[in-house]
């Protein structure tokens, strides 16, 4: 059964900063990884897709990379912003299943 | 363009009691979605249709009924309300198993 780890599950850095999200997941026979954002009583917001031959996803500040053999995938927000505040949600899209296993997500709080 | 629209946005139910979440998108996806959220468990899948015509259970499926009216519609019901059943309800859409849309929520209270 697949389970989708996200660590630390909040994290707090002043404005500026350049960080990094972790994603980790036990079964490496994944069809597609998927970011999302959530605010707070919102829906969920598609960031990035990275298919399971690709590496990495670029989107502005945003770049996603996948390692299938070691389980991991890592968000990399570049220059932070108090709008990038929410909740980072991890997916995964296992082959042969029409479903995403979720991360219980990051906690982001960005202060000016 | 709505995206993934849900309808209502909030309710509250007694225990036993029935509704039913509607979800309709317009981006013309063959895949829909229900998914629950609950604090501390994430997003857990309680449905899936992978295209018209089609229903499928997903991790949850226990007290919950599905129906996939036509491509744009996808319903979730709940026949008889319990206070387990107090969540935030998703519906989400995809074409084939790409990038997944989400709605804005239904969030739920069976007292």
């Known amino acids: 059964k697949q389970e989708v780890t996200q660590i630390p599950a909040a994290l707090s850095v002043p404005e500026g900063e350049n960080l990094v999200l972790n994603c980790s997941f036990t079964d490496s026979a994944i069809y597609n990884l998927q970011w999302f954002r959530q605010d707070p009583g919102k829906g969920l917001t598609s960031l990035l897709l990275i298919q399971s031959s690709q590496r990495e996803q670029t989107s502005g500040r945003l770049n996603a990379s996948l390692d299938k053999s070691s389980g991991r995938s890592t968000l990399y927000i570049a220059a932070s912003q108090p709008g990038d505040s929410a909740t980072y949600l991890c997916?995964?899209?296992?082959?042969?299943?029409?479903?995403?296993?979720f991360g219980t997500g990051t906690r982001l709080l960005v202060s000016p | 363009n709505a995206g993934v629209t849900q309808t209502p946005k909030f309710q509250v139910l007694k225990t036993g009691q029935s509704m039913t979440l509607q979800c309709a998108q317009d981006m013309n996806h063959n895949s829909m979605y229900w998914y629950r959220q609950d604090p501390g468990m994430g997003l857990r899948l309680i449905y899936y249709s992978a295209s018209e015509g089609t229903t499928d259970k997903g991790e949850v499926p226990n007290g919950y009924n599905v129906s996939r009216l036509n491509k744009r519609e996808f319903s979730l019901r709940l026949e008889s309300a319990a206070p387990s059943q107090t969540s935030v309800y998703f519906c989400a859409s995809s074409w084939e198993r790409n990038e997944q849309f989400f709605g804005p929520g239904t969030r739920l209270t069976v007292l």
């Open positions: 997916a995964v899209g296992n082959t042969g299943f029409q479903k995403l296993v």
